[in-house]
């Protein structure tokens, strides 16, 4: 498979505690995104990467997350002393940033539940 | 917040049945992408629109641009259990990041 790839599927954590989430992008693609989806909504725009450059951050991110792509190959997300409104489904996304078609191709996500 | 709408939320058809859903913004759409999430996935790219009045069809597909760039629909003919799914409009701004609508989740009435 050669997909988005993002670990672990599910996390289940206490209130509190870092988690730390990876993605691995399919390995042509320049560029690297990190969504978050709640249920019944679609996906909101976290942050995202051009080769390890992180060139823009949402006003969603709060300081408790940072997300790193340090060899502009596989990505980070890390939320930090986590609350029970990040349960949410976090997804990676990954495209080739050229002048034509910007397709992104996700991952299947990794499901946070802060318990 | 997202600035992109999308109607209805939700669609029941009976198997057969045409169904459309419709993305509107207040502001002009640079470009507009369609996706589809089946339940339990993730979404799934299945066309980009850039022009004025652009309509792209794919088999029983069809996805409009409206002529003042702030609308789109996509339209399925005669339906299947296949289908079944949430579509979501998204704006590709500035060849950036996304900014998906609220989706419409499809469910097929055998």
């Known amino acids: 498979d050669t997909g988005v790839s993002q670990n672990p599927r599910h996390k289940i954590t206490k209130r509190g505690q870092n988690v730390t989430f990876r993605c691995d992008p399919i390995?042509?693609?320049?560029?690297l995104y990190w969504y978050r989806q709640t249920l019944g909504q679609g996906p909101e725009f976290l942050t995202y990467?051009?080769?390890?450059?992180?060139?823009?951050k949402s006003r969603l991110l709060s300081d408790r997350f940072s997300a790193e792509r340090p060899k502009g190959s596989f990505s980070t997300l890390e939320i930090q002393r986590t609350e029970q409104g990040d349960s949410a489904m976090y997804l990676c996304?990954?495209?080739?940033?050229?002048?034509?078609?910007?397709?992104?191709?996700f991952g299947q996500g990794t499901r946070l539940t802060v318990v | 917040g997202q600035q992109v709408m999308q109607i209805p939320q939700y669609q029941h058809v009976q198997e057969g049945e045409d169904f459309t859903t419709y993305c509107n913004s207040s502001?002009?759409?640079?470009?507009i992408q369609w996706y589809k999430q089946r339940p339990g996935g993730h979404p799934v790219f299945l066309i980009q629109l850039v022009k004025s009045g652009e309509v792209k069809k794919q088999k029983r597909l069809t996805f409009q641009f409206g002529e003042a760039k702030k609308n789109s629909s996509l339209h399925i003919t005669a339906t299947q259990t296949t289908d079944v799914g949430t579509y979501f409009c998204?704006?590709?701004?500035?060849?950036?990041?996304?900014?998906f609508g609220t989706g419409t989740r499809l469910t097929i009435i055998p």
């Open positions: 996304a990954s495209s080739y940033r050229n002048s034509g078609n910007t397709e992104a191709f």
């Open positions: 990467f051009q080769n390890e450059a992180q060139l823009e």
């Open positions: 998204a704006e590709n701004f500035g060849n950036e990041k996304l900014t």
């Open positions: 502001t002009t759409l640079s470009n």
């Open positions: 390995s042509e693609h320049n560029r």
